[in-house]
């Protein structure tokens, strides 16, 4: 055995070894109980940061302390190799996104290798191959025949310089990334995925998702929201039509003063018609963003219609008003408007002098007053006719109901959920597979004719799409009359390849989109990523496995039935990033170090879910501690240690604190790695048992195999978290299998027994004695071997005792 700890020579040869050997390559068993784990796959932007290397590490120790605990591992790794980065590289290199994404890979690919991850590389995808893609375009078209796709118009942010959509990462402050100019939402037709048809679905099998964390599965069912309320009608005497608005708070009805409509909705075009006023108000509104966070926070602002309505119950009439707080896209692109009870319609009757009428009062008499801000509590009805009295639980039933009889209105459940556009016009994406034909109309390309590949000819130079220029691209045959008709030139969303991945993975050489493998290894039992995909990523990913499985496609109803939502990493309090320069490349790390030392200092750092403060000398620390380690081995094989066989039955009291050490230890972490997911807690404590080692001396044949024993243990415990060092003395400790073969050590419940225990006793409270007895001795025994130790009996001899207290495992107190 080497004398010293060098790990890159180690970390090669065990690398090459795992190659050659195939082991992390894994197919079905019908005898082995399967464990699919997952890490969020990586986009391939040049090199790993150290969030990669966390969150990458995290999903190896799972995975091969999984494959210890005698399960069929699996353990893949690919690229979501689409998106603007790619473009963008494009234009700023002039190297063609596609030679910009595989460079990456090889890198990326060749970075996790030197980090020892244990995947099957053979499952290997990346997203941009027409291999992959292709079974997206089939998918989607599967989707078309059944209608959970259509195409509809939605408004997209236009410069109006370079004539080209802009993504949303590419509007800053609303001005156009190259040029600067401001931007402008434009109208286009757009294709859509009916998510929506899956919300109930979405949101109540989210209670099925036991390992997930609560604040992923609450942040899942906001974004749902669904809402309970009611759809009504308020006559409009000077338009054919009723405004239809919808509310969660039909109690307030009687506190309505204005009704608001958003300003594309068709009453405000008709206001509109002959006023410039209100023209250049819903001009003005084009041009506002149109994110909900961006709803929450700006001015809110409107312009009277000029039109009135009648109100369903009194019939008074009330103004109509244009808004630019009301969306469109949500409930009916109308309101009523209680400015006494909701915010925003505080805030904005207050602006415009519009009146404000309390009908909802404090339950229980506590403070109910809006003259500084809406009163937004539920309470009870006042100045609301017949409703006065109600709570507003009643009032909702009683109102709608009445709405209802008189036809007035309906009870409604609405989801905020929108369905998902996966338009986008960008080069570096799947093409959707659709043709338009004049005469035919919208058609699907022929499955015979999938993939529809991405052209590598094209310019791109940020001016309009490079597939709409592109000069032979979008010129096809209809595929029904044969005549000269249209492809589709815009690409998929890349969340479209990101959601239905992890099930590629498991039938990754299928010849269809997925084969029986899917069946086998999904659900993916744990999952690990970042908490930035807590909400869309997971959302499509459950959505895709429903839309899969009703496909037949797969089995599962959850595509990950546990997941693990790594914490960030950061630099000197704040996050690391490129933007911030404050990064550390593990790559000079590994050259340093080795990848061991890299992964063991993120695992130790801190638990998994919380956030990670880099420290270059813990770092340094976890290198130390590998050196010890090394050195305790060395030295114990340097005295001709790994030879001889215990015997448990001639212990002395030295080597028995080491062994129950040893398995304690074993059963501290198996709890730790298998059932709380912690690991910090996990390699302190083989440290402390390093630590104890290094202190037991003893060199008798049964010391010799306890240190053997000993050091086997913390081998194979540390084995998932650096699995290479281990490798290597797993072999120095005499073994021939390799280590990733090896099971999980078992506790020998033997070695925790303690035969004897040492209590303390107090006399009166005063601490005065230590008497050691045997573990299994009864209260009475203590009692009786308390009252007969010398120390005490000195300061009670010739005394009454009143009581004796025995504390198990701690404790007599006698009390004189
Ligand atoms: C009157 C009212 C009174 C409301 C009150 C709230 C409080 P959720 O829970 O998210 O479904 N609303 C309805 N459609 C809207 C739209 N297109 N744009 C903006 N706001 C809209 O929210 C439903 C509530 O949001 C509805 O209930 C409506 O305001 C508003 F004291 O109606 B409410
Ligand atoms: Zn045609």
Same mark, same amino acid.
């Given at each position: ?654 080597? @028995? &604190?080491? #062994?129950?050490?040893?398995?304690? $230890?074993?059963? =501290? !972490? ?6 709380? *997911? ?112 010398? @120390? &005490?009996? #000195?300061?009670?001899?010739?005394? $009454?005792?009143? =009581? !004796? ?6 404790? *007599?107190?006698?009390?004189?």
């Amino acid at each position: 055995m080497q004398e010293n700890y060098q790990p890159l020579s180690i970390e090669q040869d065990v690398q090459a070894a795992w190659e050659t050997s195939g082991v992390f390559n894994v197919s079905e068993s019908s005898t082995q109980e399967k464990y699919y784990c997952l890490s969020m796959f990586p986009y391939p932007s040049g090199r790993l940061h150290m969030g990669h290397v966390r969150n990458y590490t995290i999903g190896d120790v799972i995975s091969r302390y999984q494959r210890m605990l005698g399960k069929n591992v699996m353990q893949p790794m690919g690229w979501d190799a689409f998106g603007l980065p790619a473009e963008n590289a494009a234009m700023q290199h002039g190297v063609h996104p596609a030679d910009w994404t595989y460079q990456n890979i090889d890198y990326m690919r060749d970075q996790l290798k030197q980090l020892g991850f244990g995947y099957d590389w053979s499952r290997e995808v990346a997203t941009c191959d027409p291999d992959y893609y292709k079974w997206e375009q089939w998918f989607f078209l599967k989707l078309l025949e059944k209608g959970l796709v259509y195409k509809k118009t939605a408004p997209v942010n236009w410069c109006p310089n370079d004539m080209t959509v802009l993504a949303n990462e590419q509007v800053i402050d609303g001005c156009c990334w190259r040029c600067d100019t401001k931007v402008e939402r434009k109208e286009i037709a757009q294709w859509f995925l009916k998510i929506t048809a899956y919300a109930d679905e979405l949101l109540t099998s989210l209670e099925t998702l036991d390992g997930w964390p609560e604040q992923v599965k609450t942040m899942q069912a906001n974004w749902i929201g669904r809402s309970e309320g009611v759809e009504m009608d308020f006559q409009v005497p000077e338009l054919s039509q009723p405004l239809r608005i919808y509310t969660t708070r039909p109690d307030t009805l009687m506190g309505v003063t204005y009704l608001a409509v958003a300003a594309e909705h068709p009453l405000a075009l008709k206001a509109s018609e002959g006023n410039p006023a209100i023209s250049s108000f819903i001009e003005e509104c084009k041009t506002m963003e149109t994110s909900e966070a961006a709803m929450e926070t700006m001015e809110k602002r409107g312009i009277d219609s000029g039109i009135k309505a009648l109100h369903p119950i009194t019939g008074d009439s009330v103004p109509v008003w244009i808004a630019n707080f009301v969306l469109m896209g949500y409930g009916t692109g109308a309101v009523m408007a209680v400015p006494a009870h909701d915010q925003r319609d505080y805030e904005f009757a207050n602006k415009y002098g519009i009146a404000i009428k309390q009908v909802i009062f404090s339950k229980d008499g506590g403070a109910d007053d809006c003259s500084e801000q809406a009163y937004t509590t539920k309470g009870i009805l006042g100045h609301s006719g017949e409703f006065d009295g109600l709570t507003s639980e009643q009032a909702f039933v009683s109102i709608s109901e009445a709405l209802e009889n008189a036809e007035k209105g309906i009870r409604k459940v609405n989801f905020r959920l929108r369905d998902w556009g996966v338009s986008r016009q960008r080069y570096w994406g799947a093409p959707i597979p659709v043709i338009y034909c004049d005469d035919c109309g919208t058609l699907p390309v022929p499955e015979k004719d999938l993939p529809v590949t991405l052209p590598r000819d094209v310019v791109l130079d940020g001016s309009q799409s490079p597939l709409v220029a592109h000069p032979t691209f979008s010129k096809v045959d209809c595929p029904c009359c044969g005549k000269p008709a249209r492809r589709e030139t815009d690409t998929f969303d890349t969340f479209m390849e990101s959601s239905w991945y992890f099930a590629r993975f498991a039938s990754s050489k299928a010849e269809s989109m997925l084969d029986e493998s899917a069946k086998y290894w999904l659900p993916v039992d744990h999952y690990i990523g970042g908490i930035e995909h807590a909400i869309l990523h997971l959302l499509y990913a459950r959505f895709y496995t429903k839309l899969l499985r009703d496909e037949g496609l797969v089995v599962c109803d959850e595509p990950f039935k546990r997941l693990l939502t790594q914490g960030m990493v950061l630099k000197d309090g704040s996050k690391m990033s490129k933007s911030k320069g404050n990064t550390v490349d593990p790559q000079e790390l590994i050259a340093q170090y080795g990848a061991d030392t890299v992964r063991l200092f993120v695992m130790f750092a801190a638990p998994p879910e919380q956030s990670l403060e880099w420290s270059d000398s813990g770092v340094e620390g976890a290198f130390r501690f590998l050196k010890r380690l090394w050195r305790q081995a060395y030295l114990h094989n340097e005295a001709g240690g790994s030879s001889v066989a215990l015997d448990k039955s001639t212990l002395t009291e030295e080597q @028995q &604190a080491v #062994r129950r050490q040893v398995h304690q $230890t074993l059963q =501290k !972490v198996t709890h730790d790695m298998g059932v709380r *997911i912690i690991f910090n807690t996990a390699i302190a404590a083989n440290m402390e048992l390093v630590n104890t080692l290094t202190k037991f001396t003893d060199d008798s044949d049964n010391g010799k195999a306890v240190r053997q024993e000993a050091l086997e243990a913390i081998v194979l415990m540390l084995a998932p978290i650096v699995p290479h060092i281990c490798h290597q003395l797993w072999l120095e400790l005499g073994h021939h299998e390799a280590l990733v073969t090896a099971s999980w050590p078992q506790v020998d419940e033997s070695a925790l027994e303690q035969d004897s225990i040492e209590l303390v006793i107090q006399i009166n409270g005063k601490l005065r004695s230590k008497i050691s007895v045997s573990a299994q001795a009864t209260s009475e025994e203590i009692q009786a071997l308390a009252l007969n130790d010398e @120390q &005490a009996i #000195r300061f009670i001899e010739g005394k $009454t005792i009143r =009581k !004796v207290i025995v504390v198990p495992n701690k404790l *007599i107190n006698i009390v004189v």
